[in-house]
């Protein structure tokens, strides 16, 4: 399991598939085994093992290991990278707010 | 290009709002934690020979912004220096509207900050691609 969510490259890249992208809508629902997701996007397992890893590597999707059989792996939608980037957005955006908040407050003391 | 925006009206017209926004920086900007690059030397901020400028109690100073449009009464925009690696911009605009001056301010360019700087943000990407994409994800 690679764990480097931070890796934009693989994010994109991992985004850039439309096989990827209807496994990722399709774990929006909920958790799903390895073997439900291949059949849902009707791909064979061992085809669509390529793109979880490329999910994985992403830092998009976790798996759940689901003892020998890969198939029963179970795959779940992460947020983080999509949150860490608004809430770090989020900040910069109350700064200028803050800002522009004191400088309005100041014009109208000088009135 | 990755940007947040921010904006207020004032009750003046858009050449006093420039000017006060400019020349009285130092009067309003708020002195956060976060607000300056030496916290502990820094005594005030303001717009001096091409950029913007954080004074320190030593005489020293720090250059925080190159101004590369400065328009009065309508825009006003500085490159970013504090993150010397990233290409950011912050543009503000003046317009008159009924009852004063609509002041907004666009910061830009946030996708081009070093991953120390923003976590998750790394040069030479839009982040807007995987922000757009995202936020239809999760869209009921």
Redesign the interface.
């Known amino acids: 399991m690679n764990t480097n ?2 890796d ?2 693989a ?2 890249a991992a ?1 850039a598939d439309p096989t990827r ?1 209807k496994v ?2 399709l774990l ?1 629902d909920g958790p799903r085994p390895a073997g439900e997701l291949a059949q849902a996007v009707r791909m064979s397992a061992p085809a669509l093992s390529r793109h979880l890893r490329v999910l994985r590597a992403g830092g998009l999707v976790r798996a759940e290991a689901g003892g020998a059989d890969a198939r029963l792996r179970l795959y779940t939608l992460r ?1 983080e ?2 949150t ?3 809430a ?2 989020d900040q ?2 109350a ?14 003391r ?2 | 290009m990755t940007s947040v925006r921010a904006g207020v009206t004032v009750p003046v017209d858009p050449a006093a709002a420039f000017r006060i926004f400019t020349d009285e920086i130092d009067r309003w900007y708020v002195r956060g934690r976060h607000s300056w690059v030496d916290p502990a030397r820094a005594t005030g901020i303001r717009f001096q020979d091409g950029y913007l400028r954080e004074l320190w109690s030593d005489g020293g100073h720090v250059d925080t912004g190159r101004i590369i449009a400065w328009e009065p009464p309508h825009r006003l925009v500085w490159a970013d220096l504090i993150n010397p690696t990233g290409r950011m911009e912050i543009e503000v605009t003046f317009r008159p509207v009924e009852g004063g001056t609509e002041v907004l301010l666009e910061h830009r360019g946030l996708d081009t900050l070093p991953p120390d700087v923003a976590g998750r943000i790394r040069r030479g990407y839009s982040w807007n691609i995987v922000l757009r994409w995202f936020a239809d994800q999760w869209k009921d």
Do not use: C, M, Y
């Open positions: 969510v931070n934009l490259d994010t994109l985004l992208r990722i809508d929006r947020q990278p999509f860490a980037l608004q770090w957005l910069v955006q700064f200028w707010a803050e800002q522009l908040g004191s400088f309005k407050d100041h014009v109208e000088g009135r």
